[in-house]
Structures are given as structure tokens and as C-alpha cells.
């Protein structure tokens, strides 16, 4: 079954329509520039259908699915459309230097960050993300069987799992680094001497990540805070704070995980528990520069090629609407871009039919 095409006039119209009270929505980024997983069309199909699913309503999303940087990051106003950005196996440098600034503004002014199974290997050279991430991929044995420990029995995303355990069977990551030393929280470990791994020796796994082995975590509020990217070089980049949240799990590898049910309900809860930051829209429903809440008068910063004034612009598109979104905050939502607008009403209208809105 196919969305049905849509006329710029429809699209146009319900775009606007729908900009004012939408529900919350996540954009899911799906780029790969080296391994790309088998599992990439699950997950998407699975964030959708929880989204839409969720009960009470309320406590739902909607989904976005691209992998077109040119499309996601296109303007503030296409990226702040969004609540959340949810990094599904991302592979390289998946995005140039301009919309890395874009991606970078967006959590410096309370936009919440998910990143999913191979999203731990990607931006490798863009300091800030490995502080968002909380460690990076560095290599992994043979899918296994394993059992992990909760470590945060209180988070949402791990507290339905009986007797602080979870069986499963999935690739188990080594990081280049513990997310602690970036003040992440750990949701689930593993212990070094219950799954084989042939590939990295136990004392080279805990010397890098510390122990217990992580393999999930999240931090809330100051997510571009920390300073060092990589304990073992002491690279520095200030931290600007960042009071989203975010929020990352290791699993994810195989197509069939995104049909187990703890593995769902595991996803869903870690993606609410991202959307229900206090510096989204859901907690700051009158500061219209906030993500979650697109700006109606600033136009794309640039050309988009990550050359020229990648830094500055973004900064100063905000600088420039200031005014106008203080004295009528509805209105400018009213007039956001055309980007933003409609992608907002074609994934309204996916969303309707029970389709996943993905943008290729």
C-alpha cells in the first residue's frame, strides 16, 4: 500500500493547519555511509506503529523517517518541527558541517536526542555528538546469547523488566570509552565473564569502559556538557550545556528484535522518556524558538553544502526573529516554512492511514 499522492495545494494547506497543535513528533535518521543494517526498515516500521499506538494517545508521537540530509536538515525550520531526533544504525559522518551546526543549535536550545543500536558509529569526527552519544562503537564478537543486569531500576525504559535481568540475543558492543566519564546514567550492563568474546580480551573491555560493561544509558539535562570526548586523549571542546535528554541502547541488530516485545517496550519508553523533557514543547509550550516548535519567519541559513558561515548563521537566524516570535508566537508557527510545513502534513496524513511517513 502506497501513501497517496498529494497536491502542493493540499499539502500546503494542511500543512498549516496542522502546525499549531500537532501532537509531539520525532524525526528518524537513517543515513549510512559504510555498514548498513538489515534492520534499519524494522526499526523505522516499529517507532512508527509505537507512536501511534501509545495509550492514552497522548502519550504518543509522530514519525518522520528520512535518510535525505538535504531534507532534515534543510532549515531550523524543518529541524525545530521536530522534538526529538532518533538515530536508527547511522553509519560515517553522517552529516556535513552545516547540519551538524543545525543539529547542534537544536540541542543547544532543548531538542532531545535517541540514538539506536549502530548510532554509537557514526560522527566520529564532530566532537560535541560523542558527548551527546556517551561513547562511541569500537568492535563487537559474534551475535550471542546473553544476560544483562539493570543498573537504573527506576528508569522507565528498563523498570518492567522483572528481577533486574533481560535475556537476549544480540551483537554486545564494546565502546571506545565509559559513558560515565560524560556523567551518563547506565540503564543495562553485562557481566565481562558471561558471554564469549574472542575478539576484545576482558581486561581491555573494562580498562576502556569500565565495569560493569554498559550497554545502555541516558543522561537528562547538559547533554553537550562534559568536556572530554575521549578520556584516553583528553581532547577539550567546551560544553554549552544542552537541557534536553538523551538517551541510547546498544541493541537492535537483528530485524526480528524490533518484534520483541520487551525489546519494544524497552524502545518506546526510552524514546517518551526523551520526548518528555521540560525543554520541549510538551514543558515550554510559549517559547516558539524551542524544538517542537518551528520558527515562522527564519529562512535556511546558507545553501545547505556545509561551507561559508555553517556556524554563524543558524545563531543569527534566531537572532533575527527574536521580536516577531515573542509578540505572536502563534502566528509564527502559523507561518512556518514550506519544508517544515509539509512535511508536517504529509506525515499527518501517513499517520492517518497507519503508514510510517518516509522520505527517500
Known sequence: MKIPALSFAVVAALATASLVDARQRVLVYTKTLRFRHDSIPNAIAAVTELGSTASPPGAGWDTVATEDESVAF??????????????????????????????RQYLEDGGSFVGIHAAADCMRETPWFGRVLGAYFRVHPEITKATLQVAAPSHPSVSFLKNGTWDVEDEIYTFTSNPRDLNHTVLLTIDDDSYP????????????????????????????????????????????????????????????????????QHLAAGIRWALDAPSLRSG????????????????????????????????????????????????????????????????????????????V
Open 74 to 103: 534543510a532549515s531550523r525550520d524543518t529541524l525545530y518541527a521536530f522534538d526529538a531526533l532518533v538515530f536508527i544504525s547511522t553509519t560515517g559522518e553522517v552529516l556535513s558541517p552545516f547540519a551538524a551546526q543545525l543539529m
Open 197 to 264: 568474546d574472542p575478539v576484545t580480551p576482558k581486561d581491555v573491555r573494562q580498562r576502556l569502559m569500565g565495569s560493569p560493561h554498559p550497554l545502555a544509558w541516558y543522561k537528562d539535562g547538559g547533554i553537550l556538557d562534559g568536556g572530554v570526548d575521549d578520556p584516553a586523549n583528553s581532547t577539550t571542546q567546551p560544553g554549552t550545556g544542552g537541557p534536553g535528554r538523551s538517551w541510547y541502547t546498544s541493541l537492535g541488530h537483528d530485524p526480528e528484535t524490533y518484534a520483541d516485545p520487551l525489546f519494544r
Open 284 to 359: 515550554n509550550k510559549g517559547t516558539s524558538s524551542s524544538p517542537g516548535q518551528p520558527r515562522g519567519s527564519a529562512s535556511a541559513p546558507g545553501t545547505g553544502t556545509g561551507t561559508g558561515t555553517a556556524e554563524e548563521n543558524p545563531r543569527e537566524t534566531r537572532g533575527t526573529t527574536e521580536d516577531t516570535a515573542r509578540s505572536g508566537a502563534a502566528s509564527s508557527r502559523a507561518r512556518a516554512t514550506l519544508v517544515g510545513s509539509t512535511l508536517a502534513a504529509m506525515g499527518a496524513l501517513a499517520f492517518g492511514s497507519g503508514l510510517p511517513m518516509v522520505l
